[in-house]
């Protein structure tokens, strides 16, 4: 049962955007964030100005960086943008800081550090690993020394380069190496599938399925099951008992969509365990043991409670739409008819979660793992229950978590 899921908590590495690493670059205005980013990626990503706040918004640029790896590199407005609109650049920028699983801080100067100085301080609390990037050592009399003073200052890590010649590169991508250290490649299903053992996937292809594609969940789950050499049959909710049938032996894991957990659970094998993509991308993404609570915590809501359901991507609702329609019907079946419901999508979420009785997310493909971690911290903070997708449509439906 989905109990086993606590194991898959392992971890993930893959290329799609969701799971790249993402390194976002924090300076002061015209320190050259945004030359380094095109010193970064090799190309003119983003634009380069001498007046200062040329980069009003995040530009990110998704990229192969040796020997990092696939990442997403995010530059960033200045953080001492002023006025009114600076101010809302400021807010942007202090976003990405939910998203950054790397952040290299942008200098051009070892005097006035006060602004960089709470950034550092920032990012030590949030355990955000960071360089300290000295920029423009092309016009600097004594490098050695600038460095030095800098390191004292910040107390930081500092590498020097000259973003505009592109000089210090090899040693500053060296250094965000040694950042990250040696991180295993794990796996998305963790010890629920071993090598040699046959899965079978349960993937309705519903209108509210990408036209010709498999969304990200399934196909990451697909090859993660081929990584371990196990043999993967793939079915509709309609095609299960065929599916099932067709197998010479029953398969030791069933992984469904979650919105068919109830007929798959009634008609999956005896002593064969299941799953959910949801359940899979809880721990993956976030924290099993938190949103495990989470979804139970429905079973405390009243007529009068207020949930945001929380999605990651800004997709186009189609009909019985699992977030829109499909969990707000069951609650209120469960508690009322009077059970409010919020909407937030894409990176639209409230810091203010005081007003709610429950969050319910999306899987979260489509961020990557420090963005939903920082969403679980911001609800547990506030004493907000907080689940997932699967995890509450599981519990609604009485399977054991």
């Known amino acids: 049962m989905i109990s086993a899921m606590d194991s898959a908590i392992s971890g993930f590495n893959s290329a799609p955007q969701a799971v790249r690493r993402h390194i976002a670059i924090f300076g002061r205005r015209n320190v050259g964030k945004s030359s380094l980013m095109n010193a970064l990626t090799g190309q003119q990503v983003a634009i380069v100005s001498p007046e200062a706040g040329t980069t009003t918004d995040p ?157 990200l969940p399934q196909v990451q789950t697909i090859r993660d099951l081929l990584d371990k050499d196990c043999t993967v049959a793939c079915c509709t909710a309609a095609g299960l008992e065929n599916a099932l049938a067709a197998l010479k032996a029953a398969p030791q894991l069933i992984i469904t969509d979650s919105q068919v957990f109830p007929m798959v659970n009634a008609r999956k094998p005896e002593g064969t365990r299941l799953t959910s993509f949801s359940v899979l991308m809880a721990a993956l993404k976030g924290d099993l043991e938190v949103l495990s609570r989470g979804a139970k915590a429905i079973d405390q809501l009243t007529p009068q409670s207020r949930v945001l359901i929380a999605e990651a991507c800004t997709h186009a609702p189609m009909s019985e739409d699992i977030g829109r329609e499909q969990l707000p019907r069951i609650i209120r079946q469960r508690i009322g008819e009077s059970v409010r419901f919020d909407i937030k999508a894409g990176k639209d979420f409230p810091a203010d979660l005081a007003p709610y009785d429950l969050v319910i997310h999306c899987g979260a493909c489509m961020f990557n793992r420090r963005m939903m971690l920082s969403r679980i911290a911001s609800a547990e903070a506030q004493g907000v229950p907080i689940t997932n997708y699967g995890l509450a449509l599981a519990h609604l439906h009485g399977i054991a978590l």
């Open 59 to 215: 530009v990110n640029r998704a990229m192969e960086l040796h020997p990092l790896g696939p990442c997403l590199i995010i530059d960033t407005a200045g953080f001492d943008d002023e006025g009114p609109v600076g101010e809302l650049r400021n807010e942007r920028t202090r976003r990405v800081l939910d998203q950054a699983d790397m952040a290299l801080v942008v200098i051009d100067r070892t005097d006035d550090l006060s602004l960089e100085t709470q950034w550092v301080k920032n990012l030590q609390r949030r355990e955000v690993p960071f360089l300290v990037v000295l920029n423009k050592a092309d016009l600097l009399a004594d490098v050695k020394a600038a460095v030095n003073m800098a390191q004292t200052a910040l107390g930081a890590p500092v590498v020097a380069i000259s973003a505009r010649e592109a000089s210090g590169m090899d040693a500053l991508r060296e250094a965000m190496a040694a950042l990250v250290g040696d991180e295993a490649v794990m796996s998305l299903t963790g010890d629920l599938a071993h090598r040699g053992d046959t899965v079978l996937l349960v993937m309705p292809q519903d209108p509210q399925s990408p036209k010709g594609r498999l969304i």
